[in-house]
């Protein structure tokens, strides 16, 4: 299985910026696609941003252009950049790892955005 513990979770001004980090345990990090999701209060929980391990990357329509998601396999790290951040942005995100059979979850960071 594949740890992961989300960080850089906070409060922020709109069009203010905030920067997520995922760090994860194992040795098959560089393998796996990695996603970043968030769930707003009382909405399902919806994917935001994703990257295969050629680092090839997918954006929710409502973030592309706002928000961008890296790696970096020699830290077994995830990042979620997220620039010009929006009231509607307020969510609980959380990062994920898939590879083979293994689908694993980190716990999630609180994202709050004043208007």
């Not at 709109?14 to 970043?36: D, Y």
């Not at 050629?54 to 928000?67: C, E, I, L």
């Not at 620039?83 to 293994?102: G, M, W």
Request: glycine share 10%.
């Amino acid at each position: 299985q594949v740890q992961l513990v989300e960080s850089g979770g906070g409060l922020v001004q709109a069009w203010g910026s905030l920067r997520l980090s995922c760090a994860a345990s194992g040795g098959i990090f560089s393998l796996g696609v990695l996603g970043w999701y968030r769930q707003a209060p009382g909405k399902q929980r919806e994917v935001v941003a994703s990257i295969t391990r050629s680092h090839s990357t997918n954006y929710a329509d409502s973030v592309k252009g706002r928000f961008t998601v890296s790696r970096d396999n020699a830290k077994n790290t995830v990042y979620l950049q997220m620039n010009s951040l929006k009231p509607e942005d307020t969510a609980v995100y959380y990062c994920n790892f898939r590879f083979a059979q293994i689908d694993s979850w980190g716990q999630g960071t609180q994202v709050t955005v004043s208007s």
